[in-house]
């Protein structure tokens, strides 16, 4: 049998190949001093890698479940050629289970003096800033019998963006509103609280939009349609404590509620409306406020990447007295928060009238879907227990949103995938009947 490479090596020099791939010095003068000879050669002339130059490029944000590429340039300033292996280290949630290895290890050659690029497919599995961790370049001799190995640092930050599934209801969502505010041609009548115009009465009409006094310098009865009112002030409010941290599917209810909280920003942008955004438990983890319709989604979307839910208990007072800082006249507060029984009684309801007596106030609370799929189990003890759970969960939650309606305050309570076109269908009936 023909050998090749290392091992013909070793063989023609007649030593016993110990360590073929990293051997010490000591086993190899030891066994040959030839061998020792060539091994010191074959360190000799593997490239340094200190004095190697690696530079960054690529993508510094992505959406999470999309992908990032990130380009690493590797300069050889020396006078021998590179032959290495490289290890491109990222944290764990930069990519999907399992795929880690095959994505950060690369193999390259860089002749003398020039420079390679490679690259570093990113597939990151948390919303957050993921920054690069140190580049280790393992040097190859041309035996392959010697290595030099060193790290740099290479300093790089992707941050992985909210994923705005929702986005998907957006277009029906905007259809509706075109309705609303006039248009198409179908303008809405007897709802809002701007006048747009008028028009000849048609049987159906409700009777109370008719306009008398234009009505009588006519021959036809005249009717009052009206818009939806334009530059209102919306107050999204999450509440970052700890039952945001609560599971729901495979993502924290904070991150369902983001997605329901760039739907509606994104509609009521789109409608003329001013949106803020106040992230809050026992102190303010984000206040975004002042930015435009073409400005506050993007900036959005970027405020609400690095936040995590905190496992504190929220101060109702303490959110209470921010968002009246933060809107100091009238507007529509939607708090994303939950629908537990014991921090509404405990925390929210007692300050609930300071918000009440100002603003509108919506609660948007994400439901969680096993719960619902619980309470329909049958066929063995454990599944009617089950059944038994989920139903007084159920109707405590209940019990709960409707203290808060008879308070005024507008519920929303749905699943993860329900949630964000139930709360932009709300947030669109309140403009429609000018109760914003």
């Not at 999470?64 to 032959?83: E, F, H, K």
């Not at 290595?147 to 986005?167: D, N």
């Not at 921090?343 to 439901?367: D, M, N, Y």
């Not at 454990?382 to 209940?398: F, K």
């Amino acid at each position: 049998m023909a050998l090749t490479g290392r091992a013909a090596l070793i063989a023609a020099l007649g030593a016993v190949p110990i360590g073929i791939w990293e051997p010490s010095w000591t086993g190899i003068l030891a066994v040959n001093a030839p061998l020792a000879a060539a091994c010191a050669c074959d360190f000799a002339l593997a490239a340094p890698v200190r004095r190697l130059g690696l530079t960054r490029s690529g993508d510094t944000s992505t959406r999470l479940g999309d992908t990032a590429d990130v380009t690493l340039t590797v300069t050889n300033p020396s006078g021998r050629p590179l032959r290495a292996r490289l290890r491109d280290a990222w944290p764990p949630s930069s990519w999907q289970p399992g795929t880690e290895a095959p994505a950060s290890r690369h193999t390259l050659t860089v002749p003398a003096g020039e420079r390679r690029r490679l690259t570093t497919r990113l597939r990151p599995t948390r919303r957050g800033d993921r920054q690069a961790d140190r580049v280790t370049i393992r040097s190859y001799g041309p035996l392959g019998l010697f290595t030099r190995q060193g790290t740099h640092r290479v300093p790089w930050t992707v941050r992985v963006l909210p994923p705005f599934t929702s986005r998907k209801h957006l277009p029906s969502k905007l259809s509706r509103l075109r309705e609303l505010d006039g248009r198409t041609s179908v303008l809405t009548r007897g709802e809002g609280t701007e006048f747009d115009s008028l028009r000849d009465y048609v049987p159906g009409d409700d009777t109370r939009s008719i306009d008398w006094r234009a009505t009588a310098r006519q021959s036809t009865v005249a009717v009052r349609t009206w818009r939806p009112e334009r530059d209102r002030h919306i107050l999204l409010v999450l509440d970052t404590g700890r039952t945001s941290a609560a599971r729901v599917g495979d993502a924290p209810r904070l991150d369902a509620a983001m997605d329901a909280a760039l739907l509606l920003a994104a509609l009521a942008s789109r409608a003329g409306d001013r949106v803020d955004l106040l992230a809050y438990d026992r102190r303010v983890r984000t206040l975004l406020q002042g930015r435009t319709a073409s400005e506050v989604l993007p900036a959005m979307v970027n405020a609400m990447a690095t936040l995590e839910p905190e496992l504190v208990e929220t101060d109702a007072r303490g959110l209470t007295a921010t968002a009246l800082r933060s809107a100091p006249r009238r507007s529509l507060l939607v708090l994303f928060t939950t629908l537990d029984a014991a921090p509404i009684e405990e925390g929210l309801l007692p300050v609930l009238p300071l918000l009440t007596q100002r603003h509108a106030v919506l609660v948007a609370a994400v439901a969680d879907p096993y719960v619902a799929e619980m309470a329909q189990a049958r066929g063995n003890p454990d599944a009617v227990y089950e059944a038994a759970a989920a139903a007084q969960a159920q109707t405590e939650r209940h019990r709960t949103a409707e203290h808060l309606r008879r308070h005024g305050v507008t519920v929303v309570d749905a699943t993860p995938e329900e949630l964000p076109p139930a709360l932009a269908d709300a947030y669109l009936e309140l403009k429609a009947a000018g109760r914003l």
